[in-house]
């Protein structure tokens, strides 16, 4: 018998043919499947992007998190505001009302001098520099068009995003050279009011330190004042003697001077570390911000056998030169050592990409 190829091939028409007719019977009319169409292109513009990545991914999972603790942070702002307020200002009434007597009436007459001099310098510091980082508008980008040069699009804004620029989801806005945003001053810390941070937490840091070693003794005599009341009876003490007559105003001094010893040491301690982590990120040439861009990026250059150079480091001399506005040597007194409401260098929407070379500060 022989094999005969037109059969087989009227065999596998027939075939392939009973699956058309079964599938044409049950297909939709046109108008559902067009609608259906359609209905599926509006679902998929929804949530699809050619830049979607895991990070969009992630954001958008946890946007009502981010929601809501931007908006708790947003809201507690001026409550971290007026306690900074509050808690400042029982130190410097505790300083003025039992501090100030005692230094008076024990003192040498140069040290009277060398604390009033340095506790008002430190306290005028503290206060303008505060004041000045919450008041003062941390930089914005411009919204208009313009030939402004940069680097990328922001996601949330929409609008060209200079270099080193962030967007800050509590202020729901860009910021100029971004660090972060502070519950403590209601405000975006950036390029305009960064050295006013920065200034604000040294000088705090140094008035907490003077509060702690020149209330020492003053603390120890009030503790062990309050635990004698404490640990024994009533007019009575070790020695079965008569405990010493504290009146009310003095039991509220001994409690005040533990008060304000425990406090400044508490914010001397956490205050001196975050400025010491500034001060290392400000010799760097970097923000907080920065730090975690830059270390991805030189771990993804060392893969590759390459080195990563941040463009905007200047050495550490000149970084700080740059961030405290100093041009000549009489600036270091009068821009750093005294308050000075001067602007930083540059607009904060253009920057040098090469290392300075020369000094920004001449020798003579």
């Not at 940069?150 to 060209?160: D, G, R, S």
């Not at 970097?286 to 991805?296: F, P, V």
């Not at 990026?297 to 100093?326: C, D, M, S, T």
């Amino acid at each position: 018998m022989r094999w005969c190829p037109s059969s087989v091939l009227h065999l596998l028409r027939c075939v392939r043919l009973r699956p058309c007719i079964k599938r044409g019977r049950s297909r939709l009319p046109v108008w559902m499947r067009e609608l259906w169409a359609y209905m599926s292109v509006v679902v998929q513009s929804l949530y699809f992007n050619s830049l979607t990545d895991s990070d969009v991914v992630f954001d958008s999972v946890f946007e009502p998190v981010f929601w809501t603790v931007d908006y708790v942070t947003r809201w507690f702002g001026t409550v971290f505001v007026c306690l900074v307020v509050i808690l400042v200002s029982s130190i410097v009434l505790i300083a003025y009302i039992v501090l100030l007597p005692l230094v008076l009436n024990t003192y040498s007459p140069a040290w009277i001098v060398w604390h009033i001099c340095y506790g008002h310098w430190n306290l005028v510091m503290i206060a303008f520099h505060y004041y000045k980082a919450t008041k003062t508008s941390p930089g914005y980008p411009p919204t208009e068009k313009n030939d402004m040069p940069f680097v990328a699009v922001c996601k949330k804004c929409i609008m060209p995003k200079p270099a080193r620029t962030h967007h800050c989801g509590i202020c729901n806005r860009c910021i100029l050279k971004m660090d972060h945003h502070c519950p403590w001053l209601n405000n975006c810390v950036g390029h305009f009011n960064q050295r006013y941070f920065f200034s604000f937490c040294l000088f705090m840091t140094l008035g907490c330190v003077y509060c702690v070693i020149s209330g020492r003794n003053l603390f120890l005599d009030a503790y062990y004042a309050l635990e004698v009341r404490w640990l024994l009876p009533p007019g009575q003490t070790n020695y079965q003697t008569p405990a010493p007559p504290y009146t009310f105003r003095d039991r509220m001094i001994h409690k005040s001077i533990i008060y304000m010893w425990v406090l400044t040491s508490t914010v001397g301690v956490a205050l001196g570390a975050l400025t010491i982590w500034h001060a290392v990120l400000i010799s760097r040439g970097e923000t907080s911000i920065e730090r975690h861009i830059n270390s991805k990026e030189r771990q993804r250059l060392a893969k590759r056998g390459r080195v990563y150079k941040n463009p905007y480091h200047y050495g550490r001399l000149n970084n700080w030169k740059v961030f405290l506005g100093v041009e000549k040597r009489s600036h270091w007194l009068t821009r750093v050592l005294l308050p000075s409401g001067h602007t930083p260098h540059g607009d904060g929407l253009t920057w040098d990409f090469l290392p300075v070379k020369k000094d920004l500060m001449p020798s003579t």
